[in-house]
């Protein structure tokens, strides 16, 4: 009866300090830091169709009939090439596609939000909200290395996008990149 006790005192200081330390690195993450590279605004390599290891695209990976590449361009599921890039020899591939997106920066489609997004124009506009980006959303914003990555995030939807907790403000164009939320809809 001594060494079961023994024993389950000793894993409960154990499972204590553990928790404790994962705690305090948790806290540690929530910290702001300082954001020491600024934005990467430019990709650094120009063809999205080679198929060379050196030429891989990122992509927004999720959509089940769209994609968009880190240069810019959306295209449909079959037409992304082996290294990650649309092929843009293909007639619907679009750079810089705003086809379903507000003047406000909301887009009924989440690809075509990254693509919009990545705009060169759409650059003061993304420099103007890190700049302004709340405590809040710091460390989630400062943590994106690059205007790509940037996009994703902006364009994913988020409590701006919702109103009472359980309601987009826009039903119909819920991811947006632009500055400010969508208006609230009357209740």
């Known amino acids: 009866l001594g060494l079961v006790l023994g024993l389950s005192l000793v894993y409960f200081?154990?499972?204590?300090?553990?928790?404790?330390?994962?705690?305090v690195r948790d806290r540690n993450l929530l910290?702001?830091?300082?954001?020491?590279?600024?934005?990467?605004w430019k990709v650094k390599f120009s063809s999205g169709n080679s198929s060379q290891l050196s030429n891989q695209c990122r992509n927004s990976v999720q959509g089940k009939l769209l994609i968009t590449d880190e240069l810019g361009?959306?295209?449909?599921?079959?037409?992304?090439?082996?290294?990650?890039?649309?092929?843009?020899n293909v007639p619907n591939t679009k750079l810089y596609s705003c086809e379903s997106c507000l003047p406000n920066g909301c887009c009924s489609v989440y690809e075509c939000c990254v693509s919009c997004c990545l705009q060169?124009?759409?650059?003061?506009?993304?420099?103007?909200?890190?700049?302004?980006?709340?405590?809040?959303?710091?460390?989630l914003f400062m943590a994106v290395e690059?205007?790509?990555?940037?996009?994703?995030?902006?364009?994913?939807?988020?409590?701006?996008?919702?109103?009472?907790e359980n309601t987009y403000r826009d039903p119909i164009a819920k991811y947006c990149y632009g500055e400010y939320p969508p208006e609230l809809l009357p209740v």
Not at 31 to 40: F, G, S
Not at 75 to 82: N, P, T
């Open 73 to 88: 361009y959306i295209c449909e599921r079959k037409d992304l090439l082996v290294n990650g890039c649309c092929n843009v």
């Open 13 to 23: 200081l154990s499972s204590t300090f553990k928790q404790e330390e994962r705690t």
């Open 120 to 139: 060169p124009s759409k650059q003061h506009l993304l420099e103007r909200f890190l700049n302004r980006a709340a405590i809040a959303f710091q460390n």
């Open 31 to 40: 910290q702001v830091q300082e954001h020491e590279q600024p934005i990467v």
């Open 146 to 164: 690059d205007r790509f990555e940037l996009c994703l995030a902006k364009c994913r939807t988020s409590s701006q996008s919702v109103q009472h």
